[in-house]
């Protein structure tokens, strides 16, 4: 372990694209900051993420958070903290092959979180859910019926080329992004992952492993862990749930 | 410049995602095949995409494309294939700062590019744009009067502070990147983008820098570059283009 402490930020209260980054520095142990999360008075807050985001500086500014500060370093964009980070934390292999296979399999969960987001606001991110539940409604069918089984399915198919758990083969951060959306989906469409979860017994399985490592177990227990809850990426409205 | 041949797989009548990997391999004079685009008797066509989504054999299968084959290595996901790429191709500095910063940039412009395409698409991909009109003409109008400023104030900052017409600095595949989104968006939202130059002069210049490269150049010329569509990510229809 080294000794260098991550500053993470990230809206203070929402699990959000951030999760997937959580979820890894809790898994590895390691010493991080999640900074936003602090009191105001001592340099927390949303505030704390609007100052990166407007900051010049001298590097990069993001676009958006999830950020992870290293040292000097800071960067943005959630696969690409991962990428960053899962080598320094032993989060996976060292060949160059796994880490493509990793980073691939990471941006296709973030697509279909992305789906999933979009589910609730498809107009725009700036009304209200009840400002565009006509269209939300429409496009919660589809993504019902044809996205979360074709995502689901591509997954439980790699689960069993792997004949275990692990999407690499081996313990991964793609394993803890897996658990974090296949969390997100049974949140938000509790029926139809029920109406699914016969037919993804790999899924099913890899989930309870990640929430069995004990780490992982005494985060969410938790209160560093926050609650899913209506202003997230994933959000629970029983009408967008078809039975 | 090595000797291995890349083999690039893509839907072969669109631009696409795929544009991004095949502008990299131009810009570079790499050696590749595009497959789909042989005839079919010679193993091309759509069926060479298909062909590679159902191949679960050694390594991970795609969830869809494009992907690169560079030896026994088979990779998807446009960032991830760009981030692998880059380095062979001499289209990133070699230090770990820079190819964090390239790749932070590459999902930013892969996320407006996302956007860009559920403007047509905003209730499901498996529906026509003709099915789905009502609301595209309702997203198109905050993605036109939020999003798309907000992402190129975004990028017209970062040259800002570069000075010049790279992302990065120096010329880097984020660059061609960020033509392929600008010339999309120009096709698809002309009169938004015409309304919106005069703010972007940092941003014009890049774009027109980069067709000013020699292999560049000749590529736009050539008949590899498919023409822009009413298949692929950017489609023009006038009604989604605010005046």
Redesign the interface.
């Known amino acids: 372990m080294t000794e260098v402490t991550y500053e993470f930020y990230y809206w203070p209260s929402i699990q959000g694209r951030g999760e997937f980054v959580r979820l890894a520095l809790e898994d590895a142990g390691a010493p991080y900051k999640d900074v936003a999360r602090l009191p105001e008075q001592e340099g927390g807050g949303s505030k704390a993420v609007v100052r990166m985001l407007s900051e ?1 500086g001298s ?6 958070p999830p950020i992870l500060k290293c040292g000097a ?1 800071v ?3 959630t ?2 903290i991962l ?2 980070v899962a080598p320094r934390l032993g989060l996976v292999p060292d060949d ?2 796994s880490r ?2 990793a ?3 990471q ?2 969960l973030a ?1 279909l979180a ?1 789906e999933a987001h ?1 589910v609730h606001h ?3 991110v ?2 209200y859910y009840e400002d565009q539940k006509t ?1 939300a409604l ?2 919660a069918g ?2 019902v019926k ?1 996205r979360i089984p074709k ?1 689901l399915g ?1 997954f439980e ?2 689960l069993e ?1 792997r004949h275990g758990p692990h999407l690499l083969g081996v313990h991964s951060y793609v394993d803890l992004s897996l658990f974090q959306v296949l969390s997100g989906l049974h949140y938000a469409f509790p029926k139809s992952m029920a109406a699914l979860e016969s037919r993804l017994p790999m899924l099913g399985a890899a989930r309870v492993s990640v929430a069995a490592r004990p780490r992982i177990r005494a985060y969410l227990a938790s209160n560093r862990r926050l609650a899913f809850n209506q202003h997230g990426l994933f959000r629970h409205y029983p009408e967008l749930d078809a039975s």
Chains 1, 2 share one sequence.
């Open positions: 010049a590097g990069l500014p993001p676009f958006a370093l960067m943005a964009q696969a690409n990428a960053f160059e092959a493509v296979a980073n691939q399999l941006l296709t697509d992305d979009d498809p107009i725009s700036s009304l269209e429409r496009r589809h993504f044809e995502y591509y198919r790699v080329s």
